[in-house]
């Protein structure tokens, strides 16, 4: 197989694989959160975006309401269309490739294809990682949303404090450095003040004005925070995934 | 509007937001102060749901299992363990913490 010698290709299956797995758990949680098998599925089949699922999820877990939940998503995903324009730039897709492509922009893809040098592999990356994420991620949300039903309580099985552990997992990839890690402290204080003041799912949003403000203030280097979740080059301790195109 | 309604909405812009990067030219989002925005959103979003998830209930701040959850998982990870292992020490760690009688 000449696909199975291209180290992106590699590389993306070692990625599909690990961030498959995570779809067990926003399977799970997502059930757990009170949205049935379809919904769920909806989510991992059309959102497609890790972070954006697991926010919508958290929001409706934390009582907060529909646009909450869907305003929560939105910015999450924002980086998303950073990363488009950075395929686009790197791929040069011809123009029916663009929906697709778009579809599949997520970190894992897009950390996959920066971080090759080679135009050719750069596309393999991409694809291969963007699909195989894409197939492992819908299966694994199947299987956990099942298993999820089968449990049926959630804070029997400690489901609660799983999402909490998600949560911090999908963000301590992403704070190397001081200026994030204050970020990340202030938008958490922030949001632990207005939860007694503020409907549920709204201190989310005054977190998310926060740092907003804070990133165009200019703390932080400029790339901070858009880490893939699975670092497809590990040793070249985080250079991929950077946005470097 | 039912929550099926905002699902699908929230599908609808995150399809949107992806394949908006593809249409606009590169110059537009390619500045220090998008890229900047973007990632400090990310962080400071995420470590709102964290800290939501782990001690809001409702409209009150509580302490209880899931903070042994959230002290696990911060183990875990500074241990560099992946991410599924994480999750699952956080849902025994609250799990077992239930056990001995927490909240």
Known sequence: MVLLQSPAVRVALSVAIATGLYGLSFGALSVAAGLDLAQTMALSLLLFSGGSQFAFIGVIAGGGSGISAMSASALLGIRNGVYGMQVNVLLRPPRWQKLPAAHLTIDESVATATGQADPAEQRRGFWAAGIGVFVLWNVFTLVGALAGNAMGDPARWGLDGAAVAAFLGLLWPRIRAKEPAAIAVVCAVVTLVAVPLVPPGVPILIAAVVAALLGLSGLGPATEGLEPDVEPYPSESGSAGKGTA | ?103
């Open chain 2, 1 to 103: 509007m039912t929550l099926w309604g905002w699902i699908l909405l929230a599908c609808a812009v995150s399809i949107a937001t992806k394949f908006l990067g593809f249409l606009v030219p590169a110059k537009l989002l390619d500045n220090p102060r998008m890229l900047r925005v973007a990632g400090s959103l990310t962080i400071g979003l995420l470590a709102a749901l964290t800290a939501v998830n782990a001690f809001a209930s409702g409209q009150s701040l509580v302490l209880d299992a899931r903070v042994a959850a959230l002290g696990a998982a911060a183990v875990a990870l500074w241990l560099k363990a992946p991410f599924l292992v994480v999750v699952a020490v956080g849902a025994l760690a609250a799990a077992v913490a239930r056990l001995l009688g927490a909240a």
